[in-house]
Every structure is written in structure tokens, then in C-alpha cells.
């Protein structure tokens, strides 16, 4: 027997099926890297030592591990597997370590910025079913960097939010909102996953975006971002967030983006 079908054959007792398929297929994929690259010990080393200092990195504030993950692609190739848009839905995308929840709510119309720099901005749209019916009193999440990149809760002496907002729909599927324009913003980056980006010759920018996070009984929750047009970071972002349909004009001082939620 091969080490690989030795290694495999170990998960073979397993009670859970489904943790054994997933051990086996990395178990395989891992083995076959290995023998594809031929790694060197040191290099074997270097990656322990890599994924040692991302660990260390983590606390409650920084999850170094899923920035690796974002930088890897595989937080949206995991995103791409579990939100197919079915042909009508909005287009999903990463998370980011910068939503919080339980933000303050505020009513149509209203300006979040709550004192954030930047060039106001007013934002409107509909959220809608595939069917392309109103969906009323979707509670919709909003954060957003304002015009020098950063988040309210990068601010270490801000203990307020921010440019961050809980908004409802009205009976025709409408929300709207004033802020700020957002600015495109590094990730964080000195920390393992901005050696990571150094040695690939990666930089470590986002392009401009607000986030979205829309929930509504009987439908599966989004999780977005509308990119602003013309962003030269639009082809480049450093978590390979951006889909084409989530790219939105602005049109001077105003920004109008219609959601679609896939039924749950
Ligand atoms: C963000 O858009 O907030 C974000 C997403 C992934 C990594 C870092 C930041
Ligand atoms: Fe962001």
C-alpha cells in the first residue's frame, strides 16, 4: 500500500462520513502537492513556521487565518460554492473582518456617516425577490471605509460607529441612506499574509466598496459589497472580491444598487 492509501485508509473508521470524504480528498491533494513541487525540508519549515507566526497573529481582533484565506481566493471559492445566484440572485462576496454586528438603526434616508471624512454621498436601491417582487422590511447591515480607507473600528480612540448602519426596507422593497463616498484601503499587511503579498509581488489594495449584508425571512441571507466604478484597484483586489455585476456608476453624489435574494 501506498503511504497516501495508508494515510487515507486511517480516516476509514471515522463516524462521520462527510469529516472522512473531506480528510481523504485533502489527505490526496496534500500528497500529491508534495510529490508535484518536490518540497525541500526547508521549505517544509518555512510553511510550518508561516502558518505558526499567521496563528500568533490571531486574537480577538485580527484573524490573521481567514485573511490568508481571502488572499488564497478560497474564502470566495467557498463563497462560490454555497451562493450559486441561480441565474437571478445578486452575486455574493467576502465578509471582511470589519462588520460588527448590532450596529445602530437608522431610518429611510437618514446620514450614517455620523461624522466620517469624506465626500457625502446618497445611496438608494430596492431589494427584491427572483420573482422580482418587493421583499418589505429586509433588515439590511451597511460599514463602509470613508475617504482616508479605514473603518470606524480601525480608529483606536473612536467608540462610536461610524459609517455603519441597520436599515430596513419599506413595503415597496426601497432602502436608501446618506454617507460618504468609500475609498479604496489596503488589507491588513504586516503581519504573515503581507509577507505572503510581498514575496508574490501582490499588493495589498482593495478597490472602493461598501458592504452589504441583507436578511429577510424566507430567503437566503446576502452577503455583498457595491464596487465603485472606475477604481483602478477594480482588476487587482487583494481578496479577489470583485464581480463584474456588483461594479456600480456613480452618478456625482449618487450611487443606486437593486439587490436580488435567492429564496431560502
Ligand atoms: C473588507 O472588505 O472589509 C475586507 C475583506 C477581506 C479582507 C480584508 C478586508
Ligand atoms: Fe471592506
Known sequence: MTLTDQ??????????????EIMTSLVRHLHAFI??????????????????RTGQQ????????ILLSDVLGASMAVI????????????STVLGPFFVPGAPEFAAGEDISAGAPGTPCHFSGTVRSPAGDPVPDAEIDVWQSDETGHY????????????????????SGAYSFSSVRPESYPIPHDGPVGDLLKA?????????????KITAPGFRTLVTHIFVAGDP????????????????????????????????
Open 7 to 20: 494515510v487515507v485508509a486511517s480516516f476509514g473508521g471515522a463516524a462521520s462520513p462527510r469529516f472522512a
Open 35 to 52: 510529490g508535484e513541487v518536490r518540497l525541500t525540508e526547508a521549505e517544509w519549515a518555512a510553511a510550518i513556521d508561516f502558518l505558526t
Open 58 to 65: 490571531c486574537d480577538d481582533r485580527r484573524q490573521e487565518f
Open 80 to 91: 462560490d460554492v454555497n451562493h450559486p445566484t441561480g441565474g437571478t440572485a445578486t452575486e
Open 152 to 171: 470606524d473600528v480601525q480608529y483606536p480612540d473612536l467608540d462610536q460607529p461610524r459609517g455603519r448602519a441597520r436599515l430596513r426596507t419599506d413595503a
Open 200 to 212: 508574490a509581488g501582490r499588493g495589498p489594495m482593495r478597490p472602493a466598496h461598501i458592504h452589504f
Open 233 to 264: 484597484h477594480l482588476g487587482s483586489d487583494a481578496v479577489f472580491g470583485v464581480k463584474d455585476a456588483l461594479i456600480t456608476g456613480f452618478d456625482g453624489d449618487r450611487a443606486s444598487f437593486d439587490f436580488t435574494l435567492a429564496r431560502s
